[in-house]
């Protein structure tokens, strides 16, 4: 079975300090998004990507994240410097572009922990 | 901007019981509308995915509908067992909003044994 792959799956670092999380979307999907999952706010998409170029960045905070596509079998989002309130879930999804009917598939999630 | 309410936010049944979660979504011009599943520590899983042209889907013991001129889908799932105890959301994939899901903030069901 074809699955999404991140990592790390779980992360704890200090408020301050860089974190980079990574995906890799199934091999054929030429859409990534990003999400961000808290209690609070539920699913908040961060970023999108297509044929790795960014398309919608707009729900990413600008001074401390971005997220890149360098090749097709990898993305990632990376915050410098995190802070507290950045601790969330976070999840990369790829797709189909082009067959709207085509599901998402997520991966299982990095667990960004800010102290 | 597309807003999608799930009606209630959790449920607790005694397995058996059939399970009847509600979808709502205020733009009607929408791609198609899916379904996921989230247990915890896991993300997201796909069930069910209905085009803007169907009125139902079905998967085993899952079946959703979905009335694009109230907004609303509803995701019945039969004879509830303890293994379907996970959340539940539904996201709307909308012409406006170009490719991208917005999701509601999800059913947690819990079926006691």
């Known amino acids: 079975d074809a699955r999404v792959t991140q990592t790390p799956r779980h992360k704890v670092t200090e408020m301050g300090q860089e974190v980079t999380m990574r995906c890799q979307p199934i091999?054929?999907?030429?859409?990534v998004f990003w999400y961000r999952q808290t209690m609070m706010q539920g699913l908040e998409l961060l970023a999108y990507?297509?044929?790795?170029?960014?398309?919608?960045d707009s729900g990413m905070p600008k001074d401390r994240f971005s997220a890149e596509m360098p090749d097709a079998t990898l993305a990632t989002l990376k915050i410098q410097p995190s802070e507290p309130r950045d601790s969330a879930v976070y999840f990369c999804?790829?797709?189909?572009?082009?067959?709207?009917?085509?599901?998402?598939?997520f991966g299982n999630g990095t667990r960004l922990t800010v102290t | 901007k597309q807003e999608v309410t799930q009606i209630p936010a959790a449920l607790s049944v005694p397995e058996g019981e059939n399970l009847v979660l509600n979808c709502s979504f205020t733009?009607?011009?929408?791609?198609?509308l899916q379904w996921f599943r989230q247990d915890p520590g896991k993300g997201l899983t796909s069930l069910l995915l209905?085009?803007?042209?169907?009125r139902e889907q079905t998967s085993g013991r899952l079946n959703a509908s979905l009335d694009k001129s109230s907004g609303r889908s509803t995701l019945y799932i039969a004879a509830s067992q303890p293994g379907d105890s996970a959340t539940y959301l539904c996201?709307?994939?909308?012409?406006?909003?170009?490719?991208?899901?917005?999701f509601g903030a999800g059913t947690t069901v819990t079926v006691r044994a």
């Open positions: 996201a709307a994939f909308t012409f406006s909003n170009d490719y991208k899901l917005s």
């Open positions: 990507f297509r044929n790795r170029a960014p398309l919608d």
């Open positions: 733009d009607s011009a929408i791609y198609n």
């Open positions: 209905i085009q803007s042209s169907q």
């Open positions: 999804a790829s797709g189909k572009q082009g067959s709207y009917n085509s599901p998402l598939h």
């Open positions: 091999l054929g999907h030429n859409t």
